[in-house]
């Protein structure tokens, strides 16, 4: 019998009292007759409506077994859910090893009701933080919680591989049941290897580095070989000849004198940045500070992920069909990246902070 609210069955009933036909009650209720009469004759004949929980299909899991199976999953000791069955089961605490997807389902069940709700996620699992690494957030989150980010640049190098050639990839794809996403994806994928930086006024043209696909190094290793990454001399220039003039350019835009270059803990950055600074400061040019203690694995307090992640799927989208195109695409994408999205992301800074320090320093959403 279809289990209805207490208050439709009552009207159902009443309805019939009215118009003792149970098709013309159904109709107005819009269930079938058998249902009408089903209540009409439970109302005669025990005086109520009240719904009795039927005896049902015995569980497969226990409460305790399922609460185990709970416990057993996220313990991270076993590969998937047969394992955590045959393991409740050499417990004695199950007849037989259930299915896996029986065991899923009951432990979601479980999970849920003891309101601790679980999931099961697949994928590329994130850098976990070291206890270190937490207090390291930590601390440089309150100590610029109160920052005047306006006056920041957030620099970054980004490698962005030739992932797709020839192919538009989008974000979503509407395909007919049984279909799936396909595009063409090469083993060895080309490679733009690029700095660049995000201000609230505006984005820096971008730099390609060593490690680009096509470009030619100018600059050696400490073995004295030409060099396959960035290295102290190539970051200076990157310094010299891009991100301190374009945030000159951008801040002066503003009538900003005095603002704060921000960059990740790169050993190569290290070594270059101070002398570049100094002799930047030295000569006139402006006054730039260094964000101190930019925390080590934390490209969740950095907005310009955000920024790069915008500029991949417009190139993903666009289906270049050459390296050349590829190239050309991605430095076009970059430099019109919307006014908006820079401000929107340059804006969230103190939030991102924030939430690092309720978080105790831990990874935020």
């Not at 049902?56 to 996220?74: E, T």
Request: proline share 5%; charged share 20%; glycine share 6%.
């Amino acid at each position: 019998m279809v289990v209805a609210s207490r208050s439709t069955r009552q009207a159902i009933v009443l309805a019939y009292e009215k118009c003792p036909v149970y098709a013309k009650v159904a109709k107005r209720f819009n269930v079938d007759w058998r249902v009408v009469k089903g209540w009409v004759c439970r109302f005669k004949e025990m005086g109520n409506l009240d719904v009795e929980a039927g005896s049902g299909r015995k569980p497969k899991l226990s409460r305790a077994a399922a609460s185990k199976a709970v416990q057993l999953l996220l313990s991270g000791e076993f590969d998937n859910c047969h394992q955590v069955a045959v393991e409740l089961h050499q417990q004695g605490l199950t007849s037989t090893v259930v299915h896996g997807s029986t065991l899923a389902r009951h432990a979601k069940a479980q999970a849920a009701a003891e309101g601790s709700p679980i999931v099961a996620k697949a994928g590329k699992p994130v850098k976990a933080l070291s206890p270190q690494n937490a207090v390291q957030r930590l601390a440089f989150c309150n100590a610029n919680k109160r920052r005047n980010w306006g006056t920041v640049m957030i620099t970054d190098r980004k490698k962005f591989l030739f992932t797709y050639p020839g192919s538009s990839v989008r974000q979503v794809q509407w395909l007919k049941k049984g279909q799936q996403r396909t595009a063409y994806r090469p083993n060895n994928p080309m490679v733009v290897n690029m700095y660049a930086g995000i201000t609230k006024y505006g984005v820096t043209k971008a730099h390609l580095v060593t490690g680009t696909s096509k470009h030619k190094t100018n600059y050696m290793n400490m073995k004295g070989q030409p060099a396959r990454n960035i290295t102290s001399a190539e970051y200076e220039d990157v310094l010299t000849r891009t991100l301190l003039p374009e945030g000159k350019r951008l801040f002066s835009s503003a009538g900003i004198s005095k603002w704060v270059l921000q960059q990740d803990n790169d050993p190569t950055h290290r070594r270059a940045t101070s002398k570049v600074l100094q002799a930047w400061n030295s000569s006139n040019k402006g006054q730039v500070d260094l964000l101190a203690a930019w925390p080590p694995n934390s490209p969740d307090l950095s907005p310009i992920e955000n920024a790069w992640a915008y500029v991949q799927r417009k190139v993903n989208a666009a289906g270049c069909h050459n390296f050349e195109e590829f190239q050309q695409t991605l430095l076009r994408e970059w430099s019109e990246l919307p006014r908006s999205l820079i401000d929107s992301l340059m804006r969230s800074m103190p939030s991102r902070c924030a939430e690092c320090i309720a978080k105790g320093g831990l990874k935020t959403h």
